[in-house]
Nanobody, 123 residues
Framework: QVHMVESGGGLVQAGGSLRLSCAAS????????LAWFRQAPGKEREFVAG????????YYADSVKGRSTISRDNAKNTVYLQMNSLKPEDTAVYYC????????????????WGQGTQVTVSS
């Protein structure tokens, strides 16, 4: 059974940083694209950042570009999201996802999703 478990969320002041991690188990994700999404209360889930299976390509939403870095460690089956200069509008539940045929910057093509980790940024 496949599991993706996010960690690293929490409460942080505006301007602070967080590093989210997502550890996958149950299969190897070295050939999968990995991504982070977020969903704020009353809003649809939105793409945040993505990385190709071979790390050759990374993608970012305009809202986090320049403030966030996605990375992956295939040996550990883990994807990370480093977020800096956090803003109150970054407050959301953050989800990781994996997909063999994922379409970058969209929610299309992701086969597995984590349960989410809450990020709250206070002003």
């Amino acid at each position: 059974q496949v599991h993706m478990v996010e960690s690293g969320g929490g409460l942080v002041q505006a301007g602070g940083s967080l590093r989210l991690s997502c550890a996958a188990s149950g299969r190897t994700f070295s050939s999968y694209a990995l991504a982070w999404f977020r969903q704020a209360p009353g809003k649809e889930r939105e793409f945040v950042a993505g990385i190709s299976w071979n790390k050759a390509n990374t993608y970012y939403a305009d809202s986090v570009k320049g403030r966030s870095t996605i990375s992956r460690d295939n040996a550990k089956n883990t994807v990370y999201l480093q977020m800096n200069s956090l803003k109150p509008e970054d407050t959301a539940v953050y989800y990781c996802a994996a997909g063999r045929k994922a379409i970058p910057t969209t929610t299309v093509g992701y086969d597995y999703w984590g349960q989410g980790t809450q990020v709250t940024v206070s002003s």
